[in-house]
């Protein structure tokens, strides 16, 4: 089997619902139903979240991070960061534990520390795009957060599945992007229940448009990834993203420069790095 092969197979497979997921999802899953249903209350919630020590790293990390916790008063219960966060955002990090959980499916090192660097390279693109909606879009800046961190999610699903089909991990991921993530990153998002604005969001990205002024959820997410300094190393155009560099977009908006702007906002995204690479 080619890689073109593996690509329709996995293609086909995901439009028909047939996906693999991590065995230890289950419990991601289970608080993304409960948040479903319009009588959650806190007490379930906190329950669910506590038996995952993955999860519940990252909603008190998030909860402690700059972006949420500005006067720097540190908490560490669960019930406290989830009334801090808001059950949106709380949707928001349980999907981005599911999309990092992919990247241990790999019994290859290999392949997880590819999917590592995809996940930094998400990590930063998440971070920008909250900023980038509130001081420059004017976009919903948890959508834009939402969206910058289910960016990727067909790139990860396809590393996922290199064990089963270990011809997706040649010397070139050319075919990737129109064969495989794109078709593969529409179902993943159907299965995750993904909202419509997100959804068009990432079609945005994937259509590489970007309008200027930039304007739209999707617009924040390519200027995200524009201004990413860590790179998708499933892109075949990383060599023009270094013939056109950040400078090149130091646009004005608003009284104030873009460069700026980021400035102003680097120890916030600094901190929500760090708290979804933890």
């Not at 078709?183 to 590489?208: H, Q, T, Y």
């Amino acid at each position: 089997m080619n890689i073109q092969d593996a690509l329709d197979t996995i293609a086909a497979d995901a439009a028909r619902g047939d996906m693999v997921f991590p065995s230890n999802a289950e419990l991601a899953l289970r608080v993304q139903k409960l948040l479903d249903d319009p009588d959650c209350s806190l007490a379930p919630l906190s329950q669910l979240i506590s038996a995952d020590p993955v999860l519940l790293s990252r909603v008190v990390g998030i909860a402690n991070s700059v972006a949420y916790n500005p006067s720097g008063h540190a908490m560490s219960d669960v019930r406290s960061a989830i009334s801090r966060l808001g059950f949106n955002t709380l949707r928001i990090l349980v999907t981005a534990v599911l999309v990092r959980q992919m990247q241990g499916m790999s019994q290859s090192a290999a392949h997880r520390a590819l999917a590592g660097r995809l996940w930094e390279h998400t990590a930063h693109v998440a971070a920008l795009a909250r900023v980038i909606a509130r001081r420059v879009t004017h976009q919903d800046p948890e959508a834009a957060f939402f969206a910058g961190i289910v960016n990727e999610v067909g790139g990860f699903y396809l590393i996922s599945r290199a064990d089963r089909f270990p011809e997706l991990l040649g010397n070139s991921f050319e075919l990737w992007r129109d064969a495989g993530e794109v078709p593969i990153g529409r179902a993943v998002l159907r299965v995750l229940g993904v909202p419509d604005n997100i959804m068009a969001a990432s079609e945005g990205l994937w259509n590489g448009y970007l309008a200027m002024p930039p304007q739209s959820l999707g617009d924040t997410l390519l200027l995200a990834d524009q201004l990413a300094p860590v790179g998708s190393p499933l892109s075949e155009v990383e060599e023009l993203r270094q013939k056109a560099p950040a400078a090149d977009l130091d646009l004005m908006f608003g009284d104030e420069m873009l460069s700026d702007i980021l400035k102003e906002s680097a120890e916030e995204v600094k901190s929500l790095i760090a708290a979804l690479q933890a």
